[in-house]
């Protein structure tokens, strides 16, 4: 009978002390985990949680330090009667809807587009990550001098064509009626996060599912509809 040696017996003890390791972290209980965990989410429920609640309870009137100590919903009441409220709600839903559907679509293709250039060049990581890097106040800030009747675009425009009238006829695009310029910003914002999260995904998915659909004759159209899309589809909705 054959005897195994001492190289295949450490390599034979290395794959069951893992096998063993992993059956424990498989089969470790929920208390533990809680334990291991406690620390932080008693940070984040005092700090969150705290806060969360006194704004709930100042919101209902209920306020000590003010001399109001009754509960009470006519705070909601008179918000939510407010017709302020309701034009105010109805644009944040409206620049956030648009903003997000348009940032998307271009974040799709700008993915698409340079998928394959992506993994080996570093100037596109970097020229993404330079709105990640700006806050919004800074990015808003810049989108004014931009856009602005009096901003950089209007007068770069007028140098070139050499017409007055054309700076006085530029568009509003800043403080307009259909906030052209918030949403802007929040493209701009929104475009470099969502084109990193989809770049993960198609540098993974490999060509083998788009050649089989090209054997198939499926149009491109239809390979991103019934293959890209629904592998990328979890991601965008997450970004």
Do not use: C
Request: glycine share 8%; aromatic share 8%.
């Amino acid at each position: 009978m054959e005897t195994e040696g001492p190289e295949k017996q450490i390599m034979r003890n290395k794959k069951s002390n893992r096998g063993e390791q992993k059956k424990r972290a498989q089969q470790a209980p929920i208390s533990h985990l809680l334990l291991l965990l406690g620390p932080a989410l008693l940070v984040i429920i005092f700090l969150f949680g705290g806060g969360l609640l006194i704004g709930l309870m100042q919101a209902l009137g209920f306020s000590p330090d003010g001399g109001l100590q009754s509960l009470t919903t006519e705070h909601f009441s008179n918000v939510l009667s407010d017709p302020d409220f309701a034009t105010s709600l109805g644009l944040t839903l409206y620049i956030a809807l648009t903003s997000t559907a348009i940032a998307a679509v271009l974040s799709i293709s700008i993915a698409l587009t340079i998928n394959r250039w992506a993994t080996t060049s570093k100037a596109i990581h970097f020229i993404l990550q330079i709105p990640l890097a700006a806050p919004h106040l800074v990015i808003g800030i810049s989108m004014i001098f931009l856009i602005a009747p009096s901003g950089l675009i209007s007068r770069l425009t007028t140098s070139i064509t050499g017409s007055p009238e054309l700076k006085s006829s530029f568009p509003i695009l800043v403080n307009d009626t259909w906030s052209i310029g918030i949403i802007l910003v929040y493209i701009w914002k929104e475009i470099p996060f969502m084109t990193f999260m989809l770049l993960a995904v198609l540098k993974n998915m490999g060509n083998e599912l788009h050649e089989a659909g090209a054997t198939l004759k499926a149009s491109p159209l239809q390979r991103f509809r019934y293959i890209t899309l629904p592998i990328i589809r979890p991601n965008l909705s997450a970004a």
